[in-house]
């Protein structure tokens, strides 16, 4: 059975506030952005806005869901090209570049301080890929010689992974989403190589 489709002007709407949103941060600190000021931002009444969340700390948690629900998405229509679990470029290519047409979104929310449920999401987002990148590596190792714990190294990995794209982001990603994808496909491969090694 497939989920009920979402209605367009729904959708239409959520945008509207989303957007509002992230241009009102960029003025204004978090305790200083009301439902008034979003609503007249996005063009909307209040009532509107109110139809869609209940305040703003459920807007925010609901707009990190569709930010994880997006990169899912993203990642599930990606082929596992890799048996030995290893992190697959095209895999990077396409949450940059999904990043990369979000830019804005994306720069205000993860070089933000103030807001660390989106942070704190895709770092969980990050931590489940690579954890299950490496149960896909162990069951194909024939050697289970590591020298630093697991998950030490998942730590490691998408604490660098998020800390390369906020720095990214901030200096107006200077390299493309297909440059910086190799990069890190081959700074997971040093990592694990490293962490394979007694």
Known sequence: MSSPRTDPRVLRTRQLIRDAFIDLLQEFELEKITVNRIAKRATIN???FYLHYRDIPDMLEK?????????????????????????????????LEHIAENSKFYTVLLSSKRI?????????????????????????????????PREIAIWYGSSAFIGTIVCWLRNDMPYTPLFLAKQLSLLFHIQQTTTDLE
């Open 46 to 48: 209040r009532v509107t």
């Open 63 to 95: 707009i990190a869901d569709d930010m994880c629900n997006e990169i899912q998405g993203i990642l599930s229509d990606v082929p596992n090209q890799s048996p030995t679990g290893d992190m697959d470029w095209s895999i990077l290519l396409k949450m």
């Open 116 to 148: 660390p449920v989106f942070t704190d999401r895709l770092m969980n987002l990050m931590v489940e890929l690579i954890n299950s990148r490496a149960d896909k590596r162990d069951a194909s190792s024939s050697s289970s010689a590591i020298s630093v």
